[in-house]
């Protein structure tokens, strides 16, 4: 059952209860009222009492209502058994059965039906019963009201999110004292209703202290005589929204916009906000963004795919059911493309000033003008039209040898791109006092100048290059050399090049050694270079290389190398004595120089310049001994198993400070002639001494000895040589093993060369001499000769030698 039916039945039973218990009762019966009269009729009947019958009226639908009420009359006696006939009779005379109608008594024991009642309409009844004897007589009577029709058209015309207007229109039929609003809140708790008692007269009726942006339901009912329609007539609406606090852009770039915004206060009740921007350029240019949090915080949304630089109107409103708020609007501009390539004009730029140009952003953007700033305090920036040269130009307030950054941007509106920035630097002044020290023998030239104290420079560029014969510089050299950049490596293929310092001095040892150049200086900032100021230097040869030194016999042949960089006149050799100072010096145009008439055994320290425009190069110095005179008379004065003495006489007219002799074994290789010699054996002999000792040597060797004189470690050429072979040890531990006829002797192998053993034997006390070998007699003695190899048995260490045919019983020696 809808809402108004429920309410319209709870409201009938109260009344029914409260006519129960005064009058009698009432019964629904859909679209009828059926007036009972209770077992108190006959009383009533005949005391004479008014009975009211109250009617109710149903409502079908929310816009459809019944315009007339049904009446069912019950008789609450029994007529069924009487004769004559009933009268109804009823004002107004508005209904059907008409006014007056009679009815048999059996037609009506079931009750009378009114139909087409007028409703809001006081109706008086009246029943008269007529028969034979009786005529018209008044059996019952009843004053009723019926319940009024429900207005009708209703409509809500909201004004802000607290008034909203409701019009209607009164029924059509019936009257009407009042009607009864009934606000229902939707969005908010229900024990809120409010019930409103509105004049006749009073469509449009203000409502007021309303919710913003909350959802009601109003139920319009017709109140007459203090009774209220049985139906109601309901509209749902909403009030407006807040409107959204204020909002900003939160980010913003060339394609987006990010708006954020605060939510309205009070709040109110609303769902979502809607948020638009215009021109639609947006990827998705109307978003409604759905409401977090209670209370509600800040909220955002992003548009994205705009056009550069273009201006937009954002506006952001509450959205609560079908209702929108007014919008919160501002405008904003994205940001527009930034210009590309700022370069400066080399031709243009001087101490002073420059000239600035740039590229419009490659890509569509809208922007009104470009903006040129300087670094500089009081310097306004340059405005520079769409429609004019993308160029500037800054001639005031700088100073030479200073940087600048120079930013360009577009600008739309009050937005400004991104920058596009290059950095330039005014040209220095130049150098002043450019000089050049002196050449010292002991380094090379050094170029030195003064620093302008009304510019700014960071380093100086030196370029130099080699000076032709005529001594001045080839124009097409000068403009090659002015044209190369920085090196900070040395370019070792070429006769001119540039390098960077960054103090006030150069040191002419990084160029080409032996040439004559043309030196310019710059100052440079920042890689901006002042105008050149010049001076000429010579360098000095590279130092060559002492290649080969060899002395010779009273003398020495020197040669050298130089650096193939290095260019020179010629070369001079300085030799000089140690022991006495004696300088000899000669100049020479070969890499090559025999010395001659030095001293035996002297040492001399030979240096070597490079010789160029009238410099030296650093000398190459080297020490060298010249040969000395052999030592005289060498003899060998002892041998021994296992040494040899030597003596001599020292040399004469010559250096030396000691003597070396040097010693190895001669050996014959497998039995031929040919000598196998092992390596040298030295000793040094210190100076003081004619006689000395070579011991440790082996036993039985053969022994090749040569005898320097020394000078420096630098030996004579020819040595003295001798050749003696030593005494091989003695054989001892002999241990004789006898037989009948012979005796094996048995030893270790002695220490040292052995190459032949030698065994003599004799009887002892033979008088008669021996006998033949065949003869029983004794012999009288033999030698014998045993090669050391036949009888040596290495594995064990022993000799073995037998001696046969002797006669048994004879003593030997």
Known sequence: MPTAYGALENDLLSVVTKSWQLQGCVVLLGHQCVIHLGQLADTFCNRGDTMRVFIALFCLTG???????????????????????????YSPPQGKPASNTTFRPQDIAKGIELTDALPGTEYNFSLHYSNATIVDWLAWTASITTVPDPPSNVSIGVRSGRISLVSWNPPALGGYSAFKLKVVPLSEIQNSIKNIVIDSDSSPFTLRNLTPGASYEIQLFTVFENKESAAYISRNFTTLPNTP??????????????????????????????VSIDPPDAIQSVMFIEKEGEPPGPAQAAFYGLIPGRAYNISVQTVSEEQVSLPTTAQYRTVPLAPRNVTFDPRSLSKDSFKVFWLPPKGFSEFDRYQVTIGLRRQSPKIVDTDALNEAVFNSGLEPGHSYTVVVKTVSGNVASWPASGNVTTRPLPVENLRAKPTQESGPAEITWDVNENSIQDSFRITYQTLPADGLPKREDTENSDAKGTSEGFNSGADSSSRIV???????????????YSVSVRAVSNGIESEERVIYQATRPASPIIENLQ???RGMNVSWKSDVTSQQDGYLVICKRNDTSDVIEKETKDPRIDLVDLYPGAGYFVQVFALSHGLRSEPHSYFQAIYPNPPNALVVTGISNSSLSLKWQPPSDSLFDGFVVKYRVM??????????????????????????ELSGLLSGEKYQVHFFSSSYKVENQIPLEVVEILEPNLV???????????????????????????????PVDLESGGGSEDSDEPKKGARRSFPAHEVTDMNSGKVSVTIGGLFPGLPYR
Request: no cysteine.
């Open 551 to 553: 002395p010779t016999v």
């Open 63 to 89: 816009v459809k209502f019944v315009s007339t009420a049904d009446v069912v009359i019950q008789i609450p006696w029994d007529v069924g058994i009487q004769d004559g006939f009933y009268r109804l009779s």
């Open 502 to 516: 960054s103090e006030p001095f150069f040191t002419l040892e990084e160029m080409l050694p032996g040439r004559n």
């Open 245 to 274: 606090g204020r909002f900003i852009v939160w980010f913003r770039n060339e394609t987006t916009l990010l708006v954020l915004w605060q939510p309205p206060y009070p709040p109110g009740v609303y769902s979502h906000y809607k």
């Open 667 to 692: 050996r014959d290789v497998s039995g031929e002639n040919s000598d196998h010699r092992t390596d040298w054996e030295q000793q040094v002999i210190p100076v003081g001494t004619n006689e000395y």
């Open 732 to 762: 001892l531990g002999i241990e004789p093993k006898l037989d009948s006829h012979n005796v094996t002797f048995v030893w270790p192998v002695p220490l040292g060369r052995v190459e032949f053993y030698v065994v003599t034997w004799e």
